[in-house]
């Protein structure tokens, strides 16, 4: 079952610009995580921001949540080529203890040098 | 620095041949979990575990079965491989208790012919 929604699918920009990168969501959640994937690899974690919380910060990442309409959105400032990757959300859906994640569809990012 | 490991980065296999992908993590972690990867469907759950013996179906276990007979190795099986389960797959794990970042391998590419 998909939870997360990515928006946009592609997104193509030039280096130094930002990305951002858009999530939607169905049901209640504790946190709401935010992956990378590089072309044939596995997914790297980037952040996690919990529900009681608006926005959250790490180095050129930027993410925001709003619970009230159950969206989140990640900006990636000054974006670099080796930005180049997918980008998927994942929420918990309040699953208990069994850590399960429900992840998106990705947003494809292309940083051209 | 924490690991999960999958025994093959890219496997050929016929159509009919029973199929083993490995999963070790090296951080005592409870849960486990396997997905597969299609493009423009992102990644759907296969089957999770909580903990040695123990496992729960995920999204599409249909034609897989798992095994966890040790906390640090989990393993998917494909019974009789087909040629509609050529795919990523990936493993993860994450500890019990939140808040659930999953660290994952690094995939297999499973082409079935």
């Known amino acids: 079952s998909q939870q997360g929604e990515e928006d946009p699918q592609a997104l193509s920009i030039q280096e130094g610009e930002n990305a951002t990168m858009n999530c939607s969501y169905k049901?209640?959640?504790?946190?709401l995580q935010w992956y990378r994937q590089n072309s044939g690899r596995g997914l790297v974690h980037l952040i996690l921001?919990?529900?009681?919380?608006r926005e959250k910060h790490s180095g050129r990442l930027r993410v925001t949540l709003d619970t009230s309409k159950k969206s989140s959105s990640l900006l990636i400032t000054a974006s670099r080529a080796a930005d180049t990757a997918s980008y998927f959300c994942?929420?918990?859906?309040?699953?208990?203890?069994?850590?399960?994640?429900?992840f998106g569809q990705g947003t494809t990012l292309q940083v051209k040098p | 620095d924490v690991k999960v490991t999958q025994s093959s980065r890219y496997l050929v296999k016929r159509t009919g041949e029973k199929v083993f992908l490995e999963c070790v993590q090296d951080?005592?972690?409870?849960?486990m979990f396997w997905y597969r990867q299609d493009p423009g469907l992102g990644l759907r759950l296969i089957y999770f575990?909580?903990?040695?013996?123990?496992?729960e179906k995920g999204d599409i276990p249909e034609g897989y079965s798992v095994s966890r007979e040790k906390k640090e190795r989990f393993s998917l099986i494909l019974e009789s491989a087909s040629t509609n389960q050529t795919s990523m797959y990936l493993c993860?794990?994450?500890?019990?208790?939140?808040?659930?970042?999953?660290?994952f391998g690094p995939g297999t590419r499973l082409t079935v012919t």
């Open positions: 994942a929420t918990d859906g309040r699953s208990g203890n069994t850590g399960k994640l429900i």
């Open positions: 049901t209640s959640i504790n946190n």
């Open positions: 921001i919990r529900s009681n919380e």
């Open positions: 951080m005592d972690h409870e849960n």
């Open positions: 575990s909580y903990d040695v013996k123990m496992k």
């Open positions: 993860a794990s994450n500890g019990a208790g939140g808040p659930y970042e999953q660290y």
